[in-house]
T-cell receptor, first 113, second 113 residues
């Protein structure tokens, strides 16, 4: 099925460990996004990529890095995980800068202990 | 800075009732507005997308309206069913470079049989 695929679905990390969250879309969308969702805070934008080859910071970028590997793939890396990064992470994509809306993946539930 | 507010935060109604969920935003310079549904522990499912030039959109028992000048949108659910129980999120696409979504905190809806 066409859409946004995220891996892994669940992950537990120890403080200080690193990991990369993967995201791929097969809708030929130009723009891709990483959000985190926390209770009481809603969804907040971490980083986005307006088009292949570009990335920009969102609302809460500290502690994260991203790579737009190609048009399909946009990864999020935690270099040294902290308990404050415990959250649910969502990847999204859009065509034509959101003209036809946004499509979200099913999320990665990350716990940092 | 664009802010999105959803009222009420939670709503519980008996099955069969018609209901309205509210969303307000502070800056009328939006590209479009999208309503999502989120089931517990799951991702976001797009319900309706309203472009800034439109007044409403309908899909089955759902109707969403948009009044950009007053910064308001409503999601009307007709003949509610227990399967409608979920959290409903409103998000506006802002006109700042690459379009990005700003989310409300959501309304947690429970339909009682």
């Amino acid at each position: 099925n066409a859409g946004v695929t995220q891996t892994p679905k669940f992950q537990v990390l120890k403080t200080g460990q690193s990991m990369t969250l993967q995201c791929a879309q097969d809708m030929n969308h130009n723009s891709m996004y990483w959000y985190r969702q926390d209770p009481g805070m809603g969804l907040r934008l971490i980083y986005y990529s307006a088009s292949e080859g570009t990335t920009d910071k969102g609302e809460v970028p500290n502690g994260y890095n991203v790579s737009r590997l190609n048009k399909r793939e946009f990864s999020l890396r935690l270099e040294s995980a902290a308990p404050s990064q415990t959250s649910v992470y969502f990847c999204a994509s859009s065509e034509d800068r959101g003209l036809r809306g946004y499509t979200f993946g099913s999320g990665t539930r990350l716990t940092v202990v | 800075k664009q802010e999105v507010t959803q009222i009420p935060a939670a709503l519980s109604v008996p099955e069969g009732e018609n209901l309205v969920l509210n969303c307000s935003f502070t800056d009328s310079a939006i590209y479009n507005l999208q309503w999502f549904r989120q089931d517990p522990g799951k991702g976001l499912t797009s319900l309706l997308l309203i472009q800034s030039s439109q007044r409403e959109q309908t899909s089955g028992r759902l109707n969403a309206s948009l009044d950009k000048s007053s910064g308001r949108s409503t999601l009307y659910i007709a003949a509610s069913q227990p399967g409608d129980s979920a959290t409903y999120l409103c998000a506006v696409s802002v006109l700042q470079g690459a379009q990005k979504l700003v989310f409300g905190q959501g309304t947690r809806l429970t339909i009682n049989p």
